[in-house]
């Protein structure tokens, strides 16, 4: 009933950028949190960073001041702006979204991954 869409994964050097998007569709009726995940080879899931539907952002410590998360509501779709990217950011990038359906029944949705590889 939720079908999320990632894009803007890929290859880049340390010190590089990339940007992920994450656009919702479905029987949507409101989003409330949005959140990007990563899974590193060997790790466990980790939260990257979240923004609620006021906007309140949180991110992991280790990428405070590398990484921004914003949203667009209007396009339902959650972004992840990482700049000064490490080797240690390689992973699986996964988008989550929750909220309610127009049915008024509770949503959690994960995308299906976008890979970013940092590496010379």
């Known amino acids: 009933q939720v079908q999320l869409v990632e894009s803007g994964g890929g290859l880049v050097q340390p010190g590089g950028s990339l940007r992920l998007s994450c656009a919702a569709s479905g029987t949507i009726f409101v989003i409330d949190d949005m959140a990007w995940y990563r899974q590193a080879p060997g790790k466990q899931r980790e939260l990257v960073a979240a923004?609620?539907?006021?906007?309140?952002?949180n991110y992991v410590n280790s990428v405070k001041g590398r990484f921004t998360i914003s949203r667009d509501n209007a396009k339902k779709t959650v972004y992840l702006q990482m700049n000064d990217l490490k080797p240690e950011d390689t992973a699986v990038y996964y988008c989550?979204?929750?909220?309610?359906?127009?049915?008024?029944?509770?949503?959690?949705?994960w995308g299906q991954g976008t890979q970013v590889t940092v590496s010379s």
């Open positions: 989550n979204t929750r909220g309610l359906l127009l049915s008024l029944a509770n949503f959690d949705s």
């Open positions: 923004i609620t539907s006021q906007s309140t952002t």
